[in-house]
């Protein structure tokens, strides 16, 4: 269904359309004016270790030398004491009725605390923080107290941010306003898709002919009306989507969308709307033999939904009710991906184009990969796109040794590595492929130097444990002479690094063998993160806190998807991730085992290799929160179910064909049996 027919429906419904958009606005409208503006105060706090404890002891008597101690757990404590109803009784009867947050401060990997009041009186806000502010220390010494600690032990909680001057915070107002737009277009639209499809099915019980779609721009024919009448499928719009998502940095968004706001994932949600309403209309069918990755999203769509009522079911915070809003909107965004390309994509041609569109994409960004780390840069710093606000505060670039980590159009070098390491299988493919051997050496295999050779420059574990699963994946299903020729590029390649980069390889060395012998310190702060995961699994361990409310501002990093998981949407969400990576894991296996020619098989193994990546790396970061890596996740996901039920529908044609034949053959052969010579002869009747 192209545009000229999607707004030839909505125009024959204008009945309905135009009514629930016009209710939005005005709805909208009435919140920008009625909604009282707040204001926000936020100050910071700092778990010192005590002298007695401290290890040097602090120079020249100076306590925040000591700020460096590891009291993570300790201040977890604290934050847990703080929001419990008992805490929020104290500062309510010391004049603090406006909501309040505390957790861990962003980007702090020390017991470094953030506390933030909101309120509509801005000298209010700003007398209930510094009230907090001194509750916060008072608590942490009742606790000690309690615990008959001794006082030269006590750990100390020293202000690092005095509280602020409120600032007014527009967002919440900006983001009442969109939902309610955004409810009454989509209502619109819905209903009057769902009202043309029941006019479709009257016409067709009336034995009426439905209307032909109006064909397109004939040569020679107007150019008006051309981009309305331009034939639309999914591949197309899913290019559009690499596009957005590769070339826009990540943490631009629509200021009411917050971090899932991204101009790709707005176009991705488009998408599903398109599909949804060719569907309705009958212009297109769901591919058969495409349902293993929906199923996968169902159960996690479930454990989504579960994860939501028990957030809304325990009172969350304001700020936990916008980020579980937000994880129902990444849902959507993920849906549409595995939608558009399972369900569809009808033509095998049209999905090898997406795949080659999403190598030759991956490889731009990679390139700009290169761009960052010799000029020690970010060139997404430098993109500003009007109407687009960063979602965070822009980090600077980040430094490992003497090198500066890439992270090109992501949100961080670590998504930039995964991302690479799962689309690399894909370009091994492509290069090795038989049917693109007429594109030259140089156009086939320049992705994948292009792809992998930026693995190493960012300079993180994650990045080269992907590149040697590749490998590992790989190499075995390959001819020996292929395999041996790798082996000896792989390690000509390290030595050219050696040369070209100096100290690279020596430093990606060293990352591991401290990783090895325990002594890397952000393997230690993320091992200590691990435990604290605990008590809230514990208070939660089926459906967790909430998908999306596990917030670094409330909480902490915890720089892995599987314990985010579990303290977001318990063990029901861990099933459900795992589903997704043993059903993309499935499809490679399938594409492989239902493969005619060597090529399939190949991509096959591809897809096993992306799912094994994406299952062993999501252990080493928080995977899904970062908006690239998760859409090239999903689309990857949702392409190997595509290319395993094209598969699927031609064993099943060719079983049917040879069924066909067999039974003509049988027919041919009894046919033959009744000849007259071969027929036996009828009874004759003979008088006695």
Known sequence: MNLSELLGVLGRRWYVMVPLTLLGLLTGGYLYTSVPVSYESQSSISLLDSTAVAKPAPTYGNPISNAGGSLVVTADVLIRTLQSTGAAQDLHDRAVTDPYTVGFAANAS??????????????????????????????????????????????????IVLPQTPVSKLKSRYQYMAAVVIAGTAGGFFLSFALESYALARRRRRGIPLPAPKPGRRAGGPRRGL???????????????????????????????????????????????????????????????????????????????????????????????????????????????????????????????????????????????????????????????????????????????????????????????????ILVPFAVHQAFDPVRRHAGAMRRWAPVAIMAGALPLTVSRTSIIGAVLVVL?????????????????????????????????????????????????????????????????????????????????????????????????????MVALLALFATGIHHGGAVRRLARDESDRELGQAFFASAVVGLVISATFDALSFPMFAGMFFLTLGAGGSYLGFLRRDAAAEQAAAAQAGQAAEATGTERSDTPAGRPSAPQLVES
């Open 110 to 159: 020390g017991p470094l605390l953030s506390l933030a009041v909101t309120g509509t009186d801005r000298a209010k806000v700003l007398k209930e923080t510094q009230t907090l502010t001194d509750f916060a220390g008072e608590q942490l010494k009742a606790l000690q107290q309690a615990a008959q600690v001794a006082p030269q032990y006590y750990v100390k909680a020293a202000p």
């Open 227 to 421: 981009i309305l009448r331009r034939p639309l499928d999914s591949t197309t719009i899913l290019t559009g989507y690499l596009a957005l998502a590769f070339f826009i940095p990540s943490d631009l968004t629509l200021p009411a969308l917050g971090g899932v706001g991204t101009p790709a994932n707005v176009f991705a949600l488009l998408g599903l709307l398109w599909y949804l309403a060719s569907w309705l209309t009958g212009r297109i069918t769901t591919a058969p033999g495409t349902r293993s990755a929906r199923l996968a999203m169902c159960l996690l769509a479930a454990a989504v939904l579960m994860s939501y009522e028990a957030a809304a079911a325990r009172g969350s915070a304001h700020e936990e009710v916008l980020g579980a809003d937000r994880g129902l909107i990444g849902l959507l965004v993920w849906v549409s991906l595995v939608v558009l390309t399972t369900a569809g994509i009808q033509d095998r041609a049209r999905l090898d184009t997406l795949m080659r569109r999403l190598v030759v994409l991956g490889t731009v960004v990679a390139a700009i990969g290169y761009y960052d780390f010799f000029a020690a840069t970010n060139i997404a710093d430098s993109i500003t796109i009007p109407g687009l606000h960063s979602s965070a505060a822009r980090i600077a670039a980040m430094d490992r040794g003497s090198f500066t980590r890439p992270r090109s159009t992501t949100a961080h070098p670590l998504e930039f590595g995964g991302m690479l390491a």
């Open 473 to 573: 994946v790989m190499a075995p299903r390959w001819k020996p002479q292929r395999r041996w020729t790798a082996i000896g590029l792989l390690v000509a390649s390290v030595g050219v690094f050696k040369v070209l980069v100096p100290g690279l390889i020596g430093t990606i060395t060293t990352l591991f063998s401290t990783f090895l012998s325990n002594s890397d310190s952000s393997t230690q702060a993320r091992t200590v993160k691990y435990s604290a995961i605990v008590p809230y699994l514990k208070e939660r361990p089926f459906f967790g806190r909430g998908f999306g409310t596990f917030t670094p501002d409330l909480y902490f990093f915890t720089d892995n998807q599987y314990m985010l998981t579990l303290a977001e949407m318990g063990l029901l969400g």
